[in-house]
């Protein structure tokens, strides 16, 4: 690994970190730092110039379109939602999930196209959810929530919601079944368009270890 080029790699805080943790250290890096549960938010790489930042899912693309990041690491989900100007360099396969309709139980629908003229879908991704309801013709009010995205129909906020599912127990435990699949995703390793072209060797070099890591877990 190349020491003298410095690189920051903002880091999900939350369910990924584990995940990148772990293919961090199967390339060699030391993510003891990283793992420490302390509040810090720039973790060095010892021994590198290497830094880890960490940041909220939702931020990971503005710190990386900025530059205030080289890499990140983001499902595909909050990149779809963020549209930032990144290169997307590397299905990391982690983190999979579905982007889902889902509706109350009860309510009895099964099918988006029952949903009633202006229904309102609440979720953490607006510009998704308006566009596949328009692509459906389907006439709804998207409700912006930050998280705990399956209160909105308990609470009669709303009538569905928009959200993704890894293992379907929170559906489950909140009444709530999924009607449509909008998209399968999973993490991607994004970087900063002017970072890509000038510090290309060691990015690619990175690159190319994860992606050997990952063949490895494939095979
Ligand atoms: C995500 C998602 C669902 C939940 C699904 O929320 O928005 O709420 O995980 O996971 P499951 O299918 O395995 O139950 P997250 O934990 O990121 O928190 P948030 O709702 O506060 O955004």
Redesign the pocket.
């Known amino acids: 690994m190349n020491k003298a080029t410095p690189l920051t790699i903002a880091v999900p805080k ?2 990924l970190q584990g995940a990148v943790i772990s293919l961090c250290e199967e390339v060699g890096m030391d993510c003891s730092e990283l793992k420490d549960p302390s509040r810090r938010l720039i973790v060095p790489v010892p021994g590198t110039t290497w830094r880890f930042l960490l940041a909220k ?1 939702a931020d990971v693309p503005t710190y990386v379109e900025y530059g205030a990041a080289d890499l990140g690491v983001v499902g595909k989900d909050i990149l779809l939602e963020s549209r930032k100007d990144v290169a997307e360099l590397l299905d990391l396969g982690f983190g999979k ?1 579905r982007l889902i309709v889902a509706v109350p139980e009860s309510s009895g629908i099964q099918d988006i196209q029952e949903l009633d003229f202006n229904s309102r879908v609440a979720t ?1 991704f607006p510009r998704i959810t308006t566009e596949f309801f328009n692509r459906q013709g389907i006439q709804a009010e998207v409700v912006e929530l ?5 209160l909105g129909p308990i609470v009669g906020l709303a009538d569905a919601i928009v ?11 909140n009444g709530l079944i999924p009607i449509t699949d909008i998209a399968r995703v999973s993490t991607r390793l994004i970087a900063n368009q002017v970072s890509y072209k000038v510090k290309y060797d060691v990015i690619h070099s990175l690159v190319e270890q994860f992606r050997v890591v990952l063949a490895g877990k494939r095979s």
Not at 163 to 173: N, S, Y
């Open positions: 939350g369910r899912p999930c953490k930050n998280g705990s995205v399956e959200d993704i599912t890894e293992t379907g127990t929170t559906l489950e435990e």
